[in-house]
């Protein structure tokens, strides 16, 4: 996530990724200018793309780019020019293709390619950056550019802050003409016909960013051709989920090999899901009980592996379906139950950890709190369960006990 270094790191946990190539769609269909390029799943479809593209565009170099949810593809291996036609953007494709793609945004393990976008080569005069996403400080949609394109924004943020300039977008007025000017200064677009064609993009891509409700729209590179074209070339683009219910479209744009497999079963089952680097599990209802439970946890000295809220009215198969989840990962060693309950009742979610448990069994240290509606009936079935619960009579309490146990079980 490139916006640490701007102090703008807003991007919520509830983003949709896809890939550059659908991104470039949606481009296309904003009327943002793109090079032309078609998205290939095997080998044998790469030859007779390229000479499309060659035959269409009079050009001979074609690009060869492994599709993956991460950016930095180019450093990894996974961006490579064929100046040799078909033949050679075949070859390329086929060491791409299937290959464990390491970028700094993966992680040590890389990401397999499973896609790839075979596009027109562009004659580079300069490569820029250009980004909108959502600065939720200011409530408002940022504009970020920089000359520096191409290369890793947040180094450039970091060692030379003066290269990045930034605007925000009023949402009354939306984008106005003089912050278009603005930018295309500030990026070294003069002359009435660049102006144009920069205020053109600019136009569309705001109208793109606000009807398919993103969280971030990032093109790096931006580039201005010999010929003194403005394209996009590359195009990251993150949907807000909360607007999911008004995209039907989205679930034709998801990728699910690019998604951790635990996030995925989640959404599917209607919880909340997110993996996080600690090793106490926890399952709770409600997000406000959530971020206070990861809160007591660390402030008790422990981590938390997730954030898991079943919601304020889950089912006993929700309830065991989320602490399966639980259970199934190596990571946890210890787990923290953490239930208030208003809608959502006690002894359905001790019946939930009940059934989940006697399919995995519990190798853990289990701590369980539970108040609210029915939280006699709770505490009786899960006391005549057999199994080894610890019980809290507070959230502190609770948080204290697990991050001990867990200590002591790992110990
Ligand atoms: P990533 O950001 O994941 O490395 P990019 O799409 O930005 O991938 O590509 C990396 C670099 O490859 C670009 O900065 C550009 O120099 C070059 N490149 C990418 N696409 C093209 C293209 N169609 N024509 C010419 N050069 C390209
Ligand atoms: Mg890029």
Partial sequence: MPWKALDCDSVPASLMKIHEYQGK???????????????AFNVS???????????????PVVVVKAQVHAGGRGKGGGVKVAKGGAAEATSLAEKILGMQLVTPQTGPGGQKVRRLYIEQGLDIARELYLALLVDRDRRQIAVIAS????????????????????????????????????????????????????????????AAFTGEDCSLLEINPLIETKSGDIVALDAKINFDDNASFRHPGWEELQDP??????????????????????????????AGLAMATMDIILHSGGRPANFLDVGGG??????????????????????????????????VVAEGIIAATKELGLKVPLVVRLEGT????????????????????SM?????????????AKA
């Fill in 25 to 39: 769609q949606i481009f296309a269909r904003y009327g943002v200018p793109v090079p032309k390029g078609e998205a």
């Fill in 45 to 59: 479809e790469v030859g007779p793309i390229a000479e499309r593209l060659i035959a269409e565009t009079g050009n």
């Fill in 147 to 206: 000359t520096a394109g191409g290369m890793d924004i947040e180094e450039v943020a970091h060692e030379t802050p003066e290269k990045i300039i930034r605007i925000h977008i009023d949402p009354v007025l939306g984008l106005a003409g003089y912050q278009v000017r603005q930018l295309a200064f500030a990026l070294g677009f003069g002359g009435k016909e660049q102006l144009k064609k920069f205020s053109a993009l600019m136009t569309s891509l705001y």
């Fill in 257 to 286: 090999d690019e998604e951790d497999p635990v996030e995925l079963e989640a959404r599917k089952a209607g919880l909340s899901y997110v993996s996080l680097e600690g090793d106490i599990g926890c399952l709770v209802n409600g």
């Fill in 314 to 347: 889950a089912t006993k198969e929700q309830v065991s379906k989320a602490f399966r989840m639980i259970l199934s990962s190596n990571e946890v060693k210890g787990i923290f139950v953490n239930i208030f309950g208003g809608i959502m009742r006690c002894d």
């Fill in 374 to 393: 029915n939280v006699e009936l709770g505490r009786k079935l899960l006391d005549e369960s057999g199994l080894a619960i610890q019980s809290a009579s």
């Fill in 396 to 408: 502190g309490d609770g948080a204290q006990k697990i991050v001990a146990a867990t200590r002591a």
